[in-house]
């Protein structure tokens, strides 16, 4: 395997571990709190535009991510906010959010694009090591592999720090209390416990998270745009639902596990889709799927994965009734 195969699938692994806060954060609203949260694809690029920003005003890359997670964070409790104290559906209050940080995005950035190709990123201080690494010592076709192994380590690390962080905070009585609330509001209520508050506390956990990632993402990638996270809730359910169904967690460590690794499990799989290329029977053409089809292809998946629970539960409702 040359080094530009390689290349692909390492590549694929870094944008796999770079969009697992992503994910973890669709788990935290769509099965923690069981909250249809459209958000994120607001509050990913508003955290790669406060990030760019502030590096391109001068500021460390490092102190860009905890201020690119409030900013998240705060799209959430925004939504949150809509949809408990207006009595606004939450689908509805998200969308509302979503609509109103694209113009947000475009006031933080001044323009559409901002380009990091010679910024200071969380990369920059391991870059030497790592092109001595893999360039000096070994050969300059290693130039773009070297990169992405960087990536791949850099962002294992804050993955690993962000899945055991959200594992401590579910086991404390805070986050029990927000587990309950998406499992059991009329009886978590009748405890004493504010839903609305752990609802917006959720939001604001699962927006920061996302707006982190992409604050890093913007960071590997180069650039931050306006338009990075359309359609990114399909990327983040797709994760989770393969996640769940390749490795069925029977706990929270588990599951935020299962939903990182189906992250990268997606973002493999969308690199293979992209070489492979199938024959027409009868022509000596081929179908390749373009990068410009993967949300389609994305959009399909999560459907069918949706659809098969519900097509097998009337499957039996109908043995039950025949039987």
Excluded: C
Excluded at 183 to 207: C, E, F, H, W, Y
């Amino acid at each position: 395997m040359g080094n530009a195969s390689w290349n692909i699938w390492l590549g694929a692994v870094a944008q796999g571990l770079g969009y697992g806060a992503v994910a973890i954060g669709v788990y935290l609203t769509f099965r923690i709190l069981d909250f249809p949260d459209l958000t994120i694809d607001g509050s990913f690029p508003l955290g790669a535009a406060i990030s760019s920003a502030l590096i391109i005003a001068g500021w460390s890359a490092y102190l860009s991510l905890p201020v690119a997670f409030i900013g998240g964070a705060l799209a959430g409790v925004a939504t949150g906010l809509i949809h408990t104290r207006l009595n606004i559906n939450g689908l509805l209050a998200s969308i509302l959010v979503l609509t109103g940080a694209f113009t947000i995005n475009l006031r933080i950035m001044g323009q559409s694009n901002i380009p990091l190709l010679e910024a200071d990123t969380v990369f920059s201080p391991f870059k030497p090591f790592f092109r001595e690494l893999f360039i000096e010592q070994w050969d300059r076709a290693w130039i773009r592999v070297h990169t992405n192994i960087l990536s791949i380590v850099v962002f294992l690390a804050l993955i690993i720090f962000i899945k055991y962080a959200v594992d401590w905070f579910l086991h404390t009585e805070l986050g029990l209390a927000m587990r309950a609330t998406g499992d059991n509001p009329q009886m978590i209520r009748s405890l004493g416990v504010n839903t609305d508050g752990m609802k917006i506390l959720g939001l604001a956990i699962s927006n920061g998270l996302v707006g982190l990632s992409g604050a890093l993402m913007a960071q590997y990638q180069g650039f931050a745009d306006v338009n990075v996270g359309a359609g990114l809730i399909i990327a983040g359910l797709a994760a989770v639902i393969i996640g769940e169904t390749l490795f069925r967690p029977k706990s929270i460590a588990g599951a935020t596990f299962a939903v990182v690794a189906g992250m990268i499990v997606y973002r493999l799989a969308i690199a293979l889709a992209l070489i492979v290329q199938i024959p027409l029977p009868g022509t000596e053409e081929t179908f390749k799927l373009e990068a410009t089809d993967v949300k389609l292809a994305t959009a399909l998946l999560v459907l069918f994965a949706l659809a098969i629970p519900q097509i097998q539960r009337q499957r039996q409702q109908r043995r039950r009734r025949t039987g």
